[in-house]
């Protein structure tokens, strides 16, 4: 059998174990990525050089900042003072909360970022009868998911597009920190819009006369309870913080001047500053590392590399442009990409879904002469997109502690899902030429 079919079989049975979810995600990536190797379909060598790569030192790293931030109460300062702005207005509430969280969670752990998040907001409904837990929570629950895709670090799925893209083009053909903010940023401001003028009367019309409608839940555990704020240390961490996002913006600059200096590096000298300066012990500072997800996403690029050196991912090239024929446009090809993935990401993790569509997509466009950088960029911000199903990601799953129902997630997020496959279809074309 030849690598190429070898590597679509094990690709195949990888897609079926993901979708099963029976299995810890990291233990098929694991799996698949051994069988690469073990059938040749791989070297050892290209199928595990990403666990000592810079983008799996970012992500630990950028986990660890984000700890700090929370253990010095730096994000519930931030979050009370900008909510308190609302004055008790449900809308403005909403609304407020929603923009807040969305600009958060492109910097910061999404997951981190919603739980402050519906501490906050547990304490504001406490306080104001007149704010409900349901018509707050789910809104903020889609702006910790759509906000992480406005920045190369704001979640994992940038990241693992960007190892496949790199991994299949070369460095230069990476991603910036700040490439996904026109596209994502406008899909946010619909966000705030939306859930303020549609969301409001929607939700209200969808759940507003159940039982738990009025329903406070009582934050238990770490998970959803933020340290009262460190005036000692806040300030450090002020200053950490700013100095790490300016060293993102201009990460190229800096590089002129210290070659060795990436992504990787910068975070990885904030996380250490973090735990120098006290604002996270190192005990607090490795266990807040998800290890389980930086296993996971190493493998999955591995399994990528496996399709493409062995040449599967031109096979299941051929078969996809077969679908479309040799001549179909790239807008048309790129739109119902989108889509696709838009689709996907509603059941599987985004992460995911790229790792999985993406080796494709880029054996197409080059084949066809598309531009493989603009379909990168619009299938990565597509990933982000999970919001319709409680399925989608364990950041919006988190809204089950409002006792949402499954059908109130398609019924509320659905038009805004909506919108941002069109924006994405509009936006990223006129930035980056799709057709080469």
């Known amino acids: 059998m030849s690598p190429a079919v070898m590597s679509l079989i094990i690709f195949a049975v990888c897609v079926v174990l993901f979708i099963w979810n029976k299995l810890p995600q990291a233990l098929v990536a694991l799996l698949g990525l051994s069988a690469m190797v073990l059938t040749g379909t791989v070297t050892f060598a290209d199928g595990f050089k990403n666990y000592g790569g810079y983008i799996i030192v970012l992500i630990c790293s950028m986990m660890v900042v984000g700890e700090a931030s929370f253990e010095t109460g730096l994000a519930k300062l931030i979050g009370t003072k900008v909510l308190n702005l609302a004055r008790g207005n449900e809308r403005v509430v909403i609304m407020l909360a929603t923009a807040l969280t ?24 406490a306080g104001n009868k007149n704010i409900k837990f349901m018509n707050v929570v789910l809104p903020v629950g889609m702006a910790a998911v759509i906000g992480g895709a406005a920045t ?9 597009a960007q190892g496949i893209l790199q991994e299949t083009f070369g460095e230069d053909m990476g991603f910036s920190f ?11 401001l619909l966000l705030v819009l939306y859930v303020g003028f549609i969301g409001y009367p929607l939700g209200k019309k969808i759940w507003g006369k159940r039982d738990e409608y009025n329903d406070i839940p009582v934050a238990e555990g770490e998970d959803v309870n933020a340290p009262a704020p460190n005036q000692k240390k806040m300030p450090i961490m002020i200053v950490i913080f700013v100095l790490t996002i300016l060293g993102f913006i201009f990460s190229d600059q800096l590089k002129k001047l210290i070659p060795n200096c990436n992504l990787g590096m910068i975070s990885l000298v904030s996380a250490i500053l973090c735990v120098l300066t006290g604002c996270i012990s190192h005990k607090k500072a490795i266990k807040s590392i998800n290890w389980n997800l930086g296993i996971w996403f190493c493998a999955c690029l591995g399994i990528a590399a496996g399709l493409d050196n062995s040449g599967g991912g031109e096979l299941l090239a051929n078969w996809f442009i077969s679908l479309f024929g040799e001549n179909v ?10 889509v696709l993935v838009t689709v996907l990401t509603q ?8 790792a999985i569509v993406l080796p494709v997509v880029f054996s197409v466009t080059g084949r066809l002469g598309f531009n493989s950088y603009a379909f990168a960029v619009g299938l990565t911000i597509s990933g982000a997109m999970a919001v319709a199903t409680p399925l989608a990601n364990s950041t919006i799953a988190m809204s089950m502690v409002a006792k949402y129902r499954f059908s109130d997630f398609v019924k509320y997020a659905g038009p805004i899902t909506l919108m941002a496959i069109i924006v994405l279809s509009i936006v990223v074309p006129l930035l980056y030429p799709i057709a080469g």
């Open 102 to 125: 969305a600009v958060c969670s492109a910097f910061l752990s999404n997951i981190a970022t919603f739980a402050i998040m519906i501490a906050i907001l547990t304490g504001i409904c």
């Open 152 to 160: 190369l670090v704001g979640s994992t799925p940038q990241l693992t």
């Open 178 to 188: 700040t490439t996904f903010l026109i596209p994502t940023g406008i899909i946010i």
């Open 329 to 338: 446009s790239p807008l048309v090809l790129y739109i119902a990409l989108v």
């Open 347 to 354: 059941f599987l993790s985004n992460s995911t879904v790229l």
